[in-house]
Every structure is written in structure tokens, then in C-alpha cells.
């Protein structure tokens, strides 16, 4: 649905994506997505300029026959390389181009990050249960003489000890 050509298809889809993963997503997809655009109508560009050269070369063999001359394999055989070789030469750019967009959306989530409040550390000492008594807390040190556990409290109100 995000590469469907309609339009209003494509809002929605960036809307969703903004809601649920937030501006900076949305900015990727959709900057991304311009990119996707751009490329595949060099593409449909590159496409149609071959098969209008292909219609000439056929006019001008053509022509070339209704004069009596039979044309020159040489000069008519088919391109070597690929239709899409404009593309490809500029693969390295489009790398290029393609990690700045997701740069600028990394950027964006970092910056867009909050930074959490200050935290406290306090120890925790586990207290054993003694036997058939309930445990006087719910620390998961084994014993009273256990390794401390960390605790952290997001309160700065949290008392410490």
C-alpha cells in the first residue's frame, strides 16, 4: 500500500505510520519512498526512450528497403549494454543518497529522544524464609546474607539506604 501510486493510498499509510511509530518514521518512509519514485520513473523513462529508438531503427530499415538497399547488420544489431546502464553507473550516488535519507531519520530519533531523569541505586538485601514462614519480602537475594540486589527507583523522591 505504501508504493501504490494513489495518493491519498499513501497519506493514510504515512498518517498510520506517524501515529503508531512516530514523526521521524514517517519522514523516513516517506522521503524514501520520493526516492523509490524518482528511480522507478528514470526507469519507465529509460524504458520508453529504447523502445523509441527501437520504432526509428525500424522505420529507417524500413526505408531503407523500400529504396532497395538491404540494411547493414552492423549498424542495426541491439544495444550491448543494458537499457538501464544510466542506473547502474550511478549506483555509488544512489548509496549515497539512500544513507543520507536514513542518516537524517537516525539523526531525528536521537534528537527527538528524551533524556531520562536522574536515578538512584539502592541496595537490597534479600531476606530468607525461615521454615514453613512466609518470606518478609519479595527480593530475589536467596538469604539475609545474599548478594545485594540493585534496585532503580525513577522517583527522585525514592528514599535511599
Not at 547502474?88 to 535519507?101: C, E, G, P, T, W
Not at 527527538?112 to 531476606?127: A, D, K, M, Q, Y
Not at 536467596?142 to 534496585?151: D, H
Request: net charge positive; charged share 30%.
Amino acid at each position: 500500500m505504501l508504493f501504490t501510486p494513489a495518493r491519498r493510498y499513501r497519506q493514510k499509510v504515512l498518517q498510520l505510520i506517524g501515529q503508531s511509530w512516530g514523526e521521524a518514521c514517517k519522514t523516513l518512509f516517506k522521503e524514501f519512498l520520493e526516492w523509490v519514485w524518482r528511480i522507478q520513473e528514470e526507469k519507465g523513462r529509460l524504458v520508453q526512450e529504447y523502445i523509441d529508438a527501437q520504432e526509428e531503427l525500424e522505420r529507417m530499415k524500413e526505408q531503407l528497403k523500400a529504396r532497395g538497399i538491404e540494411p547493414d547488420p552492423k549498424v542495426f544489431e541491439p544495444a550491448k549494454e543494458s537499457i538501464f546502464s544510466p542506473l547502474f553507473n550511478q549506483s555509488d550516488d544512489h548509496y549515497v543518497q539512500v544513507l543520507k535519507i536514513f542518516d537524517k531519520a537516525i539523526d531525528s530519533v536521537v534528537k527527538s529522544t528524551p533524556v531520562p531523569e536522574p536515578t538512584r541505586l539502592i541496595n537490597v538485601f534479600g531476606l530468607g524464609a525461615s521454615s514453613g514462614k512466609r518470606r518478609r519480602t519479595q527480593s530475589i537475594a536467596p538469604s539475609r546474607n545474599g548478594p545485594p540486589v540493585k534496585v532503580v527507583c525513577i522517583s527522585p523522591e525514592a528514599p535511599a539506604s
